[in-house]
Nanobody, 116 residues
Framework: QVHLVESGGGLVQAGGSLRLSCAASGRTFDTSVMGWFRQTPGKEREFVAGIPWSGGTASYTDAVKGRFTIIRGNALNTVYLQMNSLKPEDTAAYYC?????????WGQGTQVSVSS
């Protein structure tokens, strides 16, 4: 299907910023949506942001609205998550996803840790 590789995670102080990147390869021409989920230990993976690949309005979970921005890259099949004003509760493993002909593909995840 589609192979996704994330990068850009790390440790940052509260109030700081990070930019996550996700590069897709493979059957990318069938991609309809790309975006990000996040997960903390013992909890279900939760939606963070998504953007239609053919154009359209991005969507965000309420917890990150006004702080995070999902961006389609100039390079084909690349998506970024610009995270500003980070909070300790944003600490999680962040996973890139792509919806490809009704199938959701996942990256391996990148850890974001925000210290108080």
């Amino acid at each position: 299907q589609v192979h996704l590789v994330e990068s850009g995670g790390g440790l940052v102080q509260a109030g700081g910023s990070l930019r996550l990147s996700c590069a897709a390869s493979g059957r990318t021409f069938d991609t309809s949506v790309m975006g990000w989920f996040r997960q903390t230990p013992g909890k279900e993976r939760e939606f963070v942001a998504g953007i239609p690949w053919s154009g359209g309005t991005a969507s965000y979970t309420d917890a990150v609205k006004g702080r995070f921005t999902i961006i389609r890259g100039n390079a084909l099949n690349t998506v970024y998550l610009q995270m500003n004003s980070l909070k300790p509760e944003d600490t999680a493993a962040y996973y890139c996803y792509a919806n490809v002909v009704g199938v959701r593909c996942w990256g391996q995840g990148t850890q974001v840790s925000v210290s108080s």
